[in-house]
């Protein structure tokens, strides 16, 4: 017997096997699977959209913080390295000043009449001032006279015969280098020493006749 009140066929219209559609339950879809859903594959269901709902959200939560360390590296390098243009182009004034001291020739400061000692040394202040305004930002004067050639914060301008110091050592600064927290603004302009001894053989070996001496006895009086 029909009983959905919503199928108006005669109960002879309604073929043999056809499953009676009850009240609460799904009608099977042609070609698919049972409507009517168990409470377990609910469940299922459920745990499946928490456990993505999860992992976006620690998903999120990981973009967050990477966003916010990102912000705090940015604001850092701003005001480390905010100022890198400007202090580059006030080093260029700070040399010219240096030139305008190397052309007056101590003999000429010694003759100089009392206004023209007064210049100088204002120019001698002034620059003092400059590169200390500068130092309290960050910027650090290189002067690696005697140091080995870094090619990181060094520009080799020309080579000098030299046996008596290690290759690639720097004899001679043509123009001191600056850096402003770990970068550098300018390289420092050096010579470097030729014909000597390889660096890392002169370090590896910094005593050789000591060495000599403990290995053969007859030299040490044994």
Same mark, same amino acid.
């Given at each position: 017997?029909?009983?959905?009140?919503? $199928? $108006? =066929?005669?109960?002879?219209?309604?073929? +043999?096997?056809? !499953?009676?559609?009850?009240? %609460?339950?799904?009608?099977?879809?042609? %070609?698919?699977?049972?409507?009517?859903?168990?409470?377990?594959? &609910?469940?299922?269901?459920?745990?499946?959209?928490?456990?993505?709902?999860?992992?976006?959200?620690?998903?999120? *939560?990981?973009?967050?913080?990477?966003?916010?360390?990102?912000?705090?590296?940015?604001?850092? $390098?701003?005001?480390?390295?905010?100022?890198?243009?400007?202090?580059?182009?006030?080093?260029?004034?700070?040399?010219?000043?240096?030139?305008?001291?190397?052309?007056?020739?101590?003999?000429?400061?010694?003759?100089?009449?009392? /206004?023209?000692?007064?210049?100088?040394? %204002? *120019?001698?202040?002034?620059? =003092?001032?400059?590169?200390? /305004?500068?130092?309290?930002? #960050?910027?650090?004067?290189?002067?690696?006279? #005697?140091?080995?050639?870094?090619?990181?914060?060094?520009?080799?301008?020309?080579?000098?015969?030299? +046996?008596? *110091?290690?290759?690639?050592?720097? &004899?001679? &600064?043509?123009?001191? #280098?600056?850096?402003?927290? $770990? =970068? &550098?603004?300018?390289?420092?302009?050096?010579?470097?020493?030729?014909?000597?001894?390889?660096?890392?053989?002169?370090? @590896?070996?910094?005593? !050789?006749?000591? +060495?000599? @001496?403990? +290995?053969? !006895?007859?030299?040490?009086?044994?």
């Amino acid at each position: 017997m029909n009983t959905d009140p919503k $199928d $108006d =066929r005669a109960p002879d219209e309604i073929q +043999a096997g056809e !499953p009676a559609v009850e009240n %609460g339950a799904e009608a099977p879809v042609e %070609g698919g699977e049972a409507g009517p859903v168990s409470e377990e594959d &609910v469940l299922l269901r459920l745990a499946k959209e928490n456990e993505e709902l999860k992992d976006r959200a620690i998903r999120l *939560v990981a973009e967050m913080d990477n966003l916010r360390k990102r912000t705090q590296r940015d604001v850092a $390098d701003a005001r480390s390295y905010g100022i890198a243009n400007f202090a580059r182009d006030m080093l260029t004034v700070s040399d010219n000043l240096q030139r305008a001291l190397q052309a007056v020739s101590q003999e000429a400061r010694e003759q100089a009449d009392p /206004a023209m000692k007064g210049l100088v040394e %204002g *120019v001698e202040i002034t620059e =003092r001032a400059m590169l200390s /305004a500068l130092e309290r930002h #960050g910027v650090k004067r290189i002067d690696p006279q #005697g140091e080995r050639f870094d090619p990181h914060f060094h520009q080799a301008m020309f080579e000098v015969p030299n +046996a008596d *110091v290690p290759a690639n050592t720097v &004899v001679q &600064v043509v123009q001191p #280098g600056y850096v402003i927290g $770990d =970068r &550098v603004l300018r390289p420092a302009m050096v010579g470097i020493a030729k014909g000597g001894p390889k660096a890392e053989a002169a370090e @590896s070996n910094p005593q !050789p006749e000591k +060495a000599a @001496s403990e +290995a053969d !006895p007859a030299s040490s009086g044994a």
